[in-house]
């Protein structure tokens, strides 16, 4: 009785919901990877086809990858070669440098991100005529369904990737007369190495994927003279071994390589099960559940998973014993309670749907741009706190270039976790949206960062301190990778560590400032202490530096790539010392470092306006060699940082007249970003065009870098897919409704016309604050803040006429006190006037009050 109660409530609670933008559905299977549907528990990923005939899921494990943590090249010597390099950018001789760079400063390629292999229901029906079709993943519950009809009988099959018991769980069902007759078997990518094997109701996979993956050619490697740097491949004199292939598997990789096991049990109602050899056959059943669960070798990034590792095997059958005797309803449940814990902290609505809302997601995406679905990005928006949920928990590893899915063998970029934007901009939506748990896996990579670029960057420049590079995978290397100009960036540090600072501002936990966030800030700072010098105006700035991915024009119309103190290094050297010199007077803490950065910080090189009127990319006014580039890193102080502000309104008008050279055209997590600038420029309808050319259906799965938009399954095209995309979006979207990025909270800071009516629960902002808010012809009605901390909570709201009225009031010596219906405390008036400070704005209205641990403040209009 308890379950049907349970599932009655649970219905209506459904039912209620806005089922439009908290599902993707569509009117027939996926034919191509980036049509079908995301599963994630934090460990697993699958993806889902929903074929009557033939259901594929293609699985990945997230610790998944090639290579050893010895497999990389550390002997780079920066000091070498620097006097040689800095006297060259001197002199102007740019291409020069990039020569010696690339020779002198480079390593080698890092490893590959791996898919583990694929699960296959081979049906059996007795006519193949599918009719009533139709797929979909519930995003309020994290789950999805495939149901069609075949004659008189009704399949479904549903599926889930449970967090707390490891599995992910599909049940299909026949209603009718036909039943469920099928063959299940799974296949794997990494075939020379695995074994499989069915037992009982058991299948289980075992392999072991490559122990040396090579995403270049050897072609390149060779050109690149980097031999050396591949003892698996060359021999000392640089001639390629014998039988050398891109993916060296077991005795060709000394016995390196990462296993895995994968394992399937079926549990069916009616009919029965037949394992042969490395199958089950499945015959006449009216309903069968499917539990898997997958487990691999590694065990930390520090630790060789063929010599070193854990055993798979013994770790899914530890999760298939967890769950022994539990149902599919009870595992179903257990899941619910840990996924709506998370995903229902936060509810949305943008704008009414409308006819066009109810059409096939697809569908909804290629139509967006006629503006009649305004509450599509609500959609899209939910899908993206989805795919946080999905793809990063606590245990697990932090989201890479694909997330946690991936079916290539060689991914576009290996797989990677790219640190000059692109990790970063995956965890972008982590605070604001409510999933702080998410980006743990985020914040133990990078202290793990940290220990590898002690050893780096005392090794390769001298310094003391951590460095990371562009560029990292699961062994956490971070010397710089081969072949790519950009690859040598030495700033990573300083924007990782800023992850960390931004947590502590919107949970204000000081135990966490001393413990996680000073030891991380000061490694970065003691680094870029050792690294910068003085220019020829006394200004401090980096010796060499890049502008990720941009270059220069210099000279008869030549590239460069490398010079000194280009804005985005400045930038977060400026952002880390600032915040390690607050850090230490938060934590009172003295220390020789602490003068010397004081000292320093006040000589950086300060923000140059361009001949454009434009925030300068680099310390000379260079010429853009693509005016148009996708990366725009020099803004990074006016996102992600704060610096430059509403405040600071001469530098925000330089930082506008970048975007507008930029253009609005740009691949997939580009346009993310550039939602966000536009929103913190306060111009919501301008936000709203790059959500929009976002939202530009792209069918085919392209690996070319150009016109970047959205795939079938919501999935960001760069292209290729890059789940960047979607969380810098999703993050673009929170901007719009409020920031608190400036010192206060900005209520509708850029609310784009389409979205004049709407409302939001559960978004946190900076102080330690909860909002909930709701507007009403682009008005602010009513917002509430629940307080978490006690502290200061300044407001603005846009609404200037009740401003101006109160102003007024007050001017005329009225009592100030019959206005505070505009701030309340758990709906009793304050009366104590001095924790109500009302300030005149030109663009607004301020309040300023002290709140209250626990307590609730509700700020309305009228």
Partial sequence: MKKIVFFFLFLIYQIVLHAQNHELWYDKPASVWTEALPLGNGYMGAMVFGNPEQEHLQLNEGTLYTGDPKGTFKNINVRKSFKEVTDLLNAKKYQEVQAVIAKEWLGRNHQLYQPMGDFWIDFEHKNNTASDYRRNLNLSTATASTSYKIGKTTFKRTYFASYPNHVIVIKLQAEGTEKINCTLRFTTPHQSTTHF??????????????????????????????QHKYPELYDKSGNRKPEIENMLYAEKADGLGMSFESAIKAYNKGGSLVSDKDKIIVKNATELVLVFSAATSFNGFDKSPAYEGKDPRKLVENYFKAIQGKSFDVLYKNHLSDYKKLYDRVELELAAESPQSKLTTDK????????????????????????????SRIGGQPLNLQGIWNDQMTPPWNGAYTININAQMNYWPAEVTNLSECQEPFFQAIKELAINGQETARNMYGNEGWVAH???????????????????????????????????????????????????????????????VKNENGYLVT??????????????????????????????????????????KILGIEEPLLKIVKQNFIQLLPYQIGKYGQLQEWQEDFEDADVQHRHFSHLYAFHPSNQINQFTPELTSAVKKVMERRGDLATGWSMGW??????????????????????????????????????????????????????????????MLVQSHAGEIHLLPALPKEWHTGHVRGLKVRGGFELDMTWENGKLLK????????????????????????????????????????????????????????????????????????????VVTK
């Fill in 197 to 226: 094997e069915a037992k009982g109701n058991a299948l289980t996979m075992q392999g072991k994927v490559a122990g040396f993956g090579l995403r270049r050619s050897f072609e390149q490697v060779e050109k690149l003279g980097d």
């Fill in 364 to 391: 909804r995406i290629e139509l967006f741009s006629n503006g009649k679905d305004p509450s599509f990005p609500t959609l899209y928006f939910n899908y993206g706190r989805y795919l946080m949920i999905a793809g």
């Fill in 470 to 532: 562009h560029n990292t995978d699961i062994w956490r290397h971070t010397e710089p990778i081969d072949n790519c100009n950009c690859s040598f960036w030495p700033m990573a540090a300083g924007w990782l560590t800023s992850h960390f600072w931004e947590k502590y501002l919107y949970n204000g936990d000081k135990k966490f400032l001393k413990e996680e966030v000073y030891p991380l800030l000061k490694g970065a700072v003691q680094f870029y202490q050792g690294w910068l």
């Fill in 543 to 584: 010796p060499v530096g890049h502008s990720p991915e941009q270059n220069f024009l210099y000279g008869q119309n030549k590239q460069g790539t490398f010079s000194a103190g280009p804005t985005m290094d400045v930038a977060i050297i400026r952002e880390s010392m600032s915040r390690y010199v607050e850090a230490c």
């Fill in 674 to 735: 550039k939602v966000n600038i536009w929103a913190r420029l306060h111009d919501g309808d301008h936000a709203l065009k790059l959500l929009t050319n976002l939202f530009k259906l792209v069918r085919s799965h392209t690996t070319h870098m150009e016109g970047g938009g959205t795939y079938p399954n919501l999935f960001d095209a760069h292209p290729p897919f890059q789940i960047d995309g979607n969380f810098g979006a999703t993050a673009g979207i929170a901007e």
């Fill in 783 to 858: 917002a509430t803040i629940y307080s978490k901390i006690d502290g200061n909570c300044r407001v603005r709201t846009n609404e200037k006429l009740i401003i101006n009225h109160m102003q007024a009031k007050i001017a005329e010596g009225a009592n100030p006190n019959q206005f505070f219906s505009f701030v309340k405390v758990d709906k009793q008036i304050i009366k104590d006037s001095s924790k109500l400070l009302k300030l005149e704005e030109p663009n607004g209205f301020v309040i300023d009050f002290w709140t209250e641990k626990g307590k609730k403040y509700e």
